[in-house]
């Protein structure tokens, strides 16, 4: 059974940081793009970050550059988030994703999704 586990949130202050990190387990995505997608109450979900299977390549929601980095470690089959600057419009539910080919901050075609992990920035 495939799937993406994301750990890392909590509670934290505005201006603070926090890492998220997603493990696969079931099969190897070494190859796919990875993403971050995230969901605030009341609001559709929306992109925050990608990565190639290489990490040669990046996007970023413009809400989140230079706050956020998306990395990855291949040999952990992990993507990871770190968040930077935390403001309170970043508190959401925060889902990774994997797609078979990157795309940058195109954000259909995620066929592999997480359960999602609380963020939540107080003032």
């Not at 190639?52 to 413009?62: E, I, P, Q, R, V």
């Amino acid at each position: 059974q495939v799937q993406l586990v994301e750990s890392g949130g909590g509670l934290v202050q505005a201006g603070g940081s926090l890492r998220l990190s997603c493990a696969a387990s079931g099969r190897t995505f070494s190859k796919h793009a990875r993403g971050w997608f995230r969901q605030a109450p009341g609001k559709e979900r929306e992109f925050v970050a990608a990565i190639s299977w290489s990490g040669g390549s990046t996007a970023y929601a413009d809400s989140v550059k230079g706050r956020f980095t998306i990395s990855r470690d291949n040999a952990k089959n992990t993507v990871y988030l770190q968040m930077n600057s935390l403001k309170p419009e970043d508190t959401a539910v925060y889902y990774c994703a994997a797609r078979p080919t990157y795309t940058g901050s195109y954000p259909v075609g995620w066929d592999y999704w997480g359960q999602g992990t609380q963020v939540t920035v107080s003032s």
